[in-house]
């Protein structure tokens, strides 16, 4: 019986001599042949993860497209096609694309696949993108084609966007490729606005008078896509998680931006501003020409933060040299107000306006007239008023 025992126990301490002597072999088999290359393999995924995101685009600007956890105050979406970049690339890279900065981002989104040759994008940004200050890459989406209306491009450079910049950027444009953007003027307009807010920007539409329904509320307005529409951080935040159900099961119509102004009522809950001025900050023009000087007049251009559409390469260039020439002369005649401001003098003197002589005045009333003469003189002395203000910051010598 004992001499049982002790074979149990013996052959129990060799199973265990065993278990330790395999532990011990694997254990240098795992630092020897596979700890080091995983932390090899490690360590290189970690140096890829700081620049993988710009990496991922072929057609980039180098230089400034460096460093991905930046703040951005204002992002820029263009949807393009392979087709339309030929004509249109080389147009906004030597214009309005040169008067941005490194707060900016510009974003071309175009079809997944092209049936012609990409060397003509090479080429363009070998040449071009030299003097550019801002960020601007191509980005490819999966499973789009080139389609028009471009209402499946749209929803995934949305998607796009939210995914990767509602939490960088303040501000987002989403813009047609044949768009003239006034970077000088909107930054500051943009700079005054609260981007915590949700706001929804553009020119307000609701639909062609005689064309198909678009199914919006009444006095509830989308942003006509092509003079650009703007989103601030907060409606992308709102927004996103919502683009792929209004994709899927909320359109009613074929037209993007009238279907991405549905599902910001919906699921946001505002609609696009309906400002009187904002048909002239976001200029669409409707005539059957796009010239320079002719339809696009300098009262015109001097008031829009975006033109559209401009239909040729000759006209983007004539409206980056007037802008260029508007910038100059507004900041000579600002040095020339400074400079002589104080000798400025504007005296103010009475003034009687009398309403005796008016035919019109004649046939009113006797009861009214009294009151009538009485707002005109009110009127007038408050807006003497209102003109000795703005000149009372000049002192006046007798």
Request: net charge positive; with cysteine.
């Amino acid at each position: 019986m004992p001499r049982i025992i002790f074979n149990r126990w013996k052959h129990r301490l060799f199973l265990l001599c065993l278990f330790f002597i395999g532990f011990f072999f694997g254990f240098y088999y795992w630092q020897i042949i596979i700890r080091y290359p995983c932390l090899y393999f490690s360590s290189k995924s970690n140096i890829i993860k700081s620049n993988t995101f710009y990496n991922h685009f072929q057609y980039r600007t180098i230089k400034t497209c460096e460093n991905e956890r930046s703040n951005i105050f204002l992002t820029i979406a263009i949807l393009s096609s392979y087709e339309r970049l030929i004509d249109y690339l080389p147009a906004i890279l030597e214009t309005w694309v040169l008067t941005t900065t490194n707060e900016i981002e510009i974003i071309i989104f175009i079809e997944e696949k092209s049936f012609q040759s990409e060397e003509f994008i090479e080429k363009i940004f070998l040449k071009l993108n030299q003097n550019i200050k801002s960020c601007l890459f191509i980005v490819k989406l999966k499973h789009v084609e080139n389609s028009y209306p471009p209402q499946k491009k749209s929803f995934y450079a949305m998607k796009f966007l939210y995914t990767f910049y509602y939490q960088r950027t303040s501000w987002i444009l989403r813009l047609d490729d044949n768009a003239y953007v006034n970077i000088q003027k909107l930054i500051p307009w943009l700079k005054s606005i609260d981007h915590r807010q949700a706001l929804y920007i553009g020119q307000g539409g609701t639909g062609r008078q005689n064309g198909p329904a678009v199914h919006f509320p009444p006095g509830k307005y989308f942003c006509m896509g092509g003079s650009g529409v703007i989103l601030s951080q907060q409606t992308l935040l709102e927004l996103g998680p919502w683009l792929d159900q209004c994709f899927t099961k909320e359109l009613l119509t074929i037209h993007e931006d009238v279907e991405l102004g549905r599902c910001i009522l919906t699921h946001v809950h505002i609609s696009c501003t309906n400002a009187y001025n904002s048909k002239n900050f976001f200029y669409h023009h409707y005539g059957p020409q796009y010239r320079f000087g002719y339809d696009f007049t300098p009262s015109i251009i001097s008031r829009a933060f975006i033109l559209h559409p401009i239909n040729n390469r000759t006209t983007f260039q004539q409206l980056y040299k007037f802008s260029i020439r508007q910038q100059e002369n507004s900041s000579s005649n600002v040095w020339k107000s400074s400079k002589n401001r104080q000798n400025y003098v504007t005296f103010v003197n009475s003034m009687e306006i009398d309403l005796t002589r008016d035919i019109h005045f004649q046939i009113i009333d006797a009861r009214w007239r009294t009151s009538i003469e009485t707002n005109v003189q009110s009127y007038i002395e408050n807006l003497q008023k209102l003109w000795y203000k703005r000149s009372s910051n000049w002192t006046v010598i007798n």
